[in-house]
């Protein structure tokens, strides 16, 4: 851990630089959630315990023209959402499963978990945010996935 850095940066008043004991030095808090992928599959009830998206937010003190996020992550990943659909509890930066240090396969040391979204849109070893002004499109929303990704909506394709 002794490289790993993340980053909050682009409109805000203040850009963030965290070390790895400094993030974990962050208020945490623990949920239940459930995982939808895109292409049908889903997981029930993950114990997952993490920094949410707001207490970021507050920290960096988001500008009021930021209307968009970017995620980026260490494989070259990348997606995104308005800011209006992060800056909920749950959209959460996961540090723990089920008690545990977050296992690399699930994106270890660190991911975002959105509940509310099919789970592309939660990136796994994210290691820098972009507030935006303007929308930008991540990995797989410009390879056709819809940019929305709402599972309740079924809203897996772009129709752009
Ligand atoms: N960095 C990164 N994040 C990613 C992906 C990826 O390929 N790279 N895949 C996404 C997709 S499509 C899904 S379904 C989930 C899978 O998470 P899991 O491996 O913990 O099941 O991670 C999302 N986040
Ligand atoms: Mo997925």
Sequence with gaps: MQTWEFTVTGAVDNELEFTWEEFND???????????????????????????????????????????????????????????????????????LEGQPLPSEHGGPLRVVTPHKYAYKGAKWVTNVTLLTDPMRGYWEMRGYSNTANPWGEERYSSL
């Excluded at 937010?57 to 980026?72: I, T």
């Design 26 to 96: 962050l208020p945490q808090e623990t949920q239940r959630q459930d995982f939808h992928c895109v292409t049908g599959w889903s997981r029930f009830d993950n114990k997952f315990t993490g920094v949410t998206f707001p207490t970021l937010a507050e920290r960096a003190s988001v500008h009021d023209d930021a209307e968009h996020v970017l995620f980026g992550s260490l494989d070259g990943y990348s997606t995104n959402l308005p800011l209006d659909q992060c800056l909920r509890d749950e959209v959460l930066f996961v540090l723990e």
